[in-house]
């Protein structure tokens, strides 16, 4: 079910439909309605604390693990419920992939790092993960780094080669779309440059939505723009067009810097 | 120059970094203080107890006292002061003349004032016996079966090395037979009774095989004798400084040296040899001579066989705790609940072990499995497991706590990739946090151990003895035997300290045994962190 193999990109990949989510008594996310297109790159952005992450995050239900969460509304991704009662949140995980503001890569080595996904999903075939290893490397652009030294401990990579790490690992069972909760915040702007060309590549497999708080990053590689505001949509729509002629003065304050 | 004005003047002192902030002092004295009460802690058990083992040298001296004149020899162990009527203060010494045999006490206090004359005189032996503690004396000559050797002849020392060897061949021998070969009879008789006892066996066919076993003791018993013929022939004569003559069979003699005719290398060599023997051979003459190997044998069984419980059952416990139970009222109940049972008296975990594991478990165990066997308990008897287990209870909220701790630490992050990586929640714990863990855990660990090798209270009660038959893992089948009694280094020095019918003899050795078991303790610790260590830098979590 790879995305690759679609004959057309949908529109409406993953369609968030009158979304709302409290923590406790506290709503984070008001009637959030929108559609992300199928291989494309689709940027969350929003002053902190406007719910951008939290939206991100309950694409692959990772806010299932706190406490006292409840939702309303729905999230379909590719026509299916992700709160449908047959979808079981491990297989939903293995179709959407995720990297984290901060890299953290497993104690293991970066062979292991990467395989760790297949290791879970029951996957052991040596000649099968040697494969992934090599696929998944490639496609983070970090095999040429670490190809001598596959089976050192992850740790002794730079910060930068273990956010690419985790994006290989992401990426390693082969899910549909990745999800990237500011992948940059914690790297030097050389890392951050090769990463967001590793985005621009990476689209053409998969379907992207990107959290970020770098608005030049934002326009630099995606292709689709969505601004939160105190929990809601305030604005969406392709990216040159958010930003060079948004139509909310909320949205305009913002990308202009005009605001706290 | 010109003086700087106060309101201009941005880096005015106040007085603060120059002087030093108050009470750092106080802050350093409390942490000297204890480094202080350690060494010196340290310091007095490690000097008493390698002391104990030095060969001194024998003086003797010449006394004239109140009960006339004296001539005696040993070795001094102490000196002192008491009061006398007058308030003067009379100097006196302590020493240990040994001959117990003959003198009734081996330990003698005796003023200065009285002592006429003394001297480090050659010749004198301390003898080592299998009765009556050490003798002193100047050896006169050694009978044997091919002819007598006097003193000062050539080669009369080999001549006693020879046969103290001999001699401990034949121990060793006998020991064999006695222990081996004649418990596996006496065993055989006594299942025999058991079968009758039960109807297992025909009274005839019992009465049958009763007698070959009875043959089979006598041969043994033979066996013994002829082997302790080697020795028969050997007699040893001395005499001691107040001029008695004394003799000794060679089977009585396990060792000899002449402290006042070795040079210091000599008599160093001596006192490694006695510490070896100290740490291999087993305890005589109501633990106050021999060894301690049992006691050594039996604390680290018991360590290793309650960290082998604790672990698992302390670290499950601690993963539903931390990973799975709902966090709430009830869960922080429970942990008030372990966090309180580490405060619980230790001998409080003894009585428990005692009613709960022996009392309960151990007769229900006998009541199925070894019932041919009562009244003569097998489980429901005190034991080395019923000890360990004890041992692990009283240890469980260290590893817990510990534990719990280890699992918190893990960064969120780290646990959130797991997840999205595919991973379920076991396996996340599985893969990612409990290796990410274990050098915490390993702590835990470490620090249950510590406390339960230095534990002696609740072990008088479920199964340390002051005397222990045989170890708990021995060459007879099945070779690991949990319902035995055992010998522990902490309940030795107890029981030398204050059980000993010669509290003055076993004071060398209650501070030898305290320094072997503040030793084992760290031996064991030292491993388990270099365990530890490995496995830190193996699982190094990133630091952000």
């Known amino acids: 079910m790879s995305a690759t193999t679609a004959t057309m990109p949908r529109p409406d990949f993953i369609h968030v439909e009158d979304y709302n989510f409290w923590y406790g008594q506290n709503q984070v996310l008001f009637d959030i309605d929108m559609e992300i297109p199928e291989c494309q790159v689709t940027a969350l952005i929003g002053p902190s604390g406007c719910g951008k992450s939290t939206l ?33 949140v491990i297989s939903l995980r293995k179709r959407v992939g995720m990297v984290f503001q901060k890299y953290n890569p497993f104690a293991k080595s970066i062979y292991e790092n990467v395989v760790f996904s297949l290791r879970v999903a029951g996957r052991g075939k040596r000649c099968e993960l040697d494969e992934t290893v090599e696929r998944s490397l490639k496609d983070a652009a970090l095999w040429d780094e670490v190809k001598d030294r596959l089976h050192d401990s992850a740790f002794g990579l730079s910060g930068g080669q273990q956010q690419r790490l985790c994006i290989a690992r992401a990426i390693a069972n082969q899910p549909e779309i990745l999800l990237m909760d500011e992948p940059c915040a914690a790297l030097d702007p050389l890392a951050t440059l090769k990463i967001e060309e590793l985005i621009t590549t990476l689209k053409k497999q998969f379907t992207i939505v990107i959290v970020t708080h770098n608005m030049e990053q934002a326009t630099r590689c995606s292709d689709r723009t969505a601004f939160l505001y105190m929990g809601k949509l305030v604005e969406y729509g392709d990216t040159l067009q958010l930003f060079g002629n948004p139509k909310q003065k909320d949205t305009e304050a913002y990308i202009s810097g005009r605001f706290s | 120059m010109r003086q700087p004005s106060k309101e201009n003047n941005l880096f005015v002192s106040t007085g603060r970094s120059s002087k030093g ?103 004198y032996m301390l003898v080592e016996r299998t009765e009556y503690g050490p003798a002193i004396l100047k050896p006169v000559k050694l009978v044997t079966p091919s002819g007598t050797i006097e003193e000062g002849t050539q080669g009369f020392d080999d001549a006693v090395q020879r046969m103290i060897a001999i001699n401990e061949e034949v121990r060793e021998q006998t020991r064999h037979i006695e222990r081996k070969l004649i418990g596996a009879n006496a065993r055989a008789i006594r299942d025999i009774e058991i079968d009758l006892k039960v109807g297992k066996v025909e009274a005839e066919a019992a009465a049958a095989m009763r007698e070959v076993l009875q043959e089979e003791f006598v041969k043994f018993q033979a066996d013994a004798a002829k082997v302790r013929e080697r020795i028969a022939g050997y007699e040893f004569h001395g005499l001691t400084a107040d001029g008695r003559e004394v003799s000794y069979m060679g089977s009585q003699l396990l060792g000899s040296f002449r402290p006042n005719d070795s040079n210091w290398f000599q008599r160093f060599w001596e006192m490694l040899q006695r510490m070896w023997r100290f740490l291999i051979e087993e305890p005589r003459e109501a633990n106050t001579e021999g060894g301690v190997y049992p006691a050594i044998f039996g604390t680290v069984v018991m360590t290793l066989t309650m960290t082998f419980f604790v ?32 405060g619980v008296p230790s001998i409080v975990f003894g009585v428990f072990g005692l009613a709960f594991f022996v009392y309960f478990v151990g007769n229900s ?170 496995l830190k830098k193996k699982f190094a979590v990133s630091h952000f």
């Open chain 2, 311 to 342: 672990t698992p059952l302390g670290v499950i416990a601690a993963i539903y705790l931390r990973e799975y139970a709902k966090q709430g009222q009830m869960v922080r109940v429970v942990r008030i609940c372990v966090n309180n049972l580490a």
């Open chain 2, 365 to 534: 165990i006998d009541q199925v499995f070894y019932g041919d066997k009562l009244p003569t308990p097998t489980f429901g008897t005190p034991g080395i497991l019923w000890a360990s287990l004890t041992l692990a209870l009283l240890t469980l909220p260290v590893v817990i706590v510990a534990t719990e701790e280890a699992l918190s630490a893990v960064p969120r992050g780290v646990r959130e990739a797991a997840l999205a990586c595919g991973a379920s929640k076991w396996q996340a714990i599985q893969r990612i946090v409990i290796p990410a863990s274990l050098p915490g855990i390993m702590t835990g660990i470490i620090l249950a151990m510590a406390r339960g090798a230095g534990e002696v209270a609740p072990l008088m009660l479920v199964g340390a003895v002051k005397l222990a038959p045989s170890l708990p893992i021995d060459d007879i089948a099945p070779y690991i035997h949990p319902e035995r009694k055992f010998m522990h280094l902490g309940f030795h020095i107890y029981d030398l300290g204050f059980q000993s019918p010669d509290a003055e003899a076993a004071k060398p050795i209650v501070f030898a045994t305290a320094l072997l078991l503040i030793l084992l303790v760290l031996v064991l610790n030292l491993t388990a962190i270099i365990i530890r260590n490995r």
């Open chain 1, 56 to 88: 991100l995050r309950n694409m692959n239900r990772m806010n299932d693990l706190i406490d006292g969460v409840s939702h309303k509304g729905d999230i379909r991704l590719n026509g299916t419920s992700l709160y449908d009662p047959d979808v079981e």
């Open chain 2, 21 to 123: 902030e108050p009470w750092i002092w106080l802050t350093a004295g409390g942490l000297s203080l204890g480094i202080v009460m350690v060494i010196a802690l340290l310091g007095l058990i490690l000097i008493k107890g390698v002391s104990s083992f030095w060969p001194r040298q024998i003086v003797v001296m010449q006394i004239d006292g109140e009960n006339g004149s004296n001539k005696m020899a040993g070795y001094i162990t102490e000196r002192s002061e008491r009061p006398s009527e007058g308030g003067n203060r009379i100097a006196q010494i302590q020493i240990f003349r040994g001959n117990k045999d003959i003198y009734g006490e081996s330990f003698l206090y005796l003023d200065e004032r009285n002592i006429k004359s003394q001297e480090i005189s050659p010749g």
